[in-house]
């Protein structure tokens, strides 16, 4: 993997999202690889904290750059921090939170999601894109990060507040929010969740996506590995083709 490190004064072009880019991951091995990296850059950048893209940067970033035109989240600021901090700021306000119990059955595609689940769980590696951008993100805690990438646009897909849900119910299991792509969600944890746990992590999902499919097959994928994709686009089972 080839890790190219911005510094605050570069120029935010050239293939940064913003000047919080603070690195470029070229030939991404694997997604354990990716989260050692993510470790190196969250120990340099402490005391904020850091959230890379995941698939398709392009279209990441496209749709990121129209949620954020959300009323509630749209910022002129030409500061990347202060913009940021006002995403955090809307996101963590009482009065536009989504509660947990409000999300069940939104999604659309039906068995279709839970196999797409599995199959992105069981092989993350091939949903990478080529280039990951890593974000470093001036908030207080791990569940506002997706202030630096907030996604969440078309009609049909998970809105960033609804995203936003879902990173603080993950939280309560142990995930934390590491990435966001044009389609998925990316949580780690610091160690594989118990056989009980990851009953209790499938239990939810079964909530949110309000979906039949192989459930099963995802409960006893998740206790091997210390991470979890979930997809929040209407299209998110066109990733496994």
Not at 96 to 115: I, K, Q
Not at 166 to 195: C, K
Request: aromatic letters at 8%; hydrophobic letters at 40%; one cysteine or more.
């Amino acid at each position: 993997m080839r890790v190219t490190r911005y510094g605050p004064s570069e120029e935010a072009g050239r293939g940064r999202l913003d000047m919080n880019t603070v690195a470029r991951l070229d030939d991404v091995g694997s997604f354990t690889d990716l989260l050692g990296v993510l470790g190196e850059l969250r120990a340099e950048h402490e005391p904020a904290r850091v959230l890379c893209t995941l698939d398709d940067v392009n279209q990441c970033a496209y749709t990121s750059g129209h949620a954020s035109q959300d009323d509630r989240l749209w910022s002129d600021s030409d500061d990347a921090d202060a913009r940021a901090a006002h995403i955090a700021a809307a996101l963590d306000d009482p009065g536009s939170r989504v509660a947990w119990a409000d999300l069940p059955g939104e999604r659309l595609g039906g068995e279709a999601d839970v196999a797409a689940l599995v199959e992105v769980n069981r092989d993350p590696d091939g949903f990478l894109d080529d280039v990951v951008l890593v974000q470093r993100v001036p908030v207080p805690r791990d569940d506002l990060a997706i202030a630096g990438i907030p996604n969440g646009y078309f009609t049909a897909d998970w809105t960033v507040f609804q995203n936003h849900a879902i990173v603080r119910r993950l939280a309560a299991h142990g995930y934390r929010h590491v990435g966001i792509g044009a389609s998925l969600l990316g949580f780690d944890r610091a160690a594989p969740p118990s056989e009980d746990e990851a009953r209790a992590v499938v239990a939810d999902l079964k909530h949110l996506y309000g979906a039949l499919g192989a459930w099963a097959q995802l409960a006893a994928l998740l206790p091997e590995r210390p991470y979890l994709l979930l997809g929040y686009t209407e299209d998110f089972p066109d990733l496994t083709g």
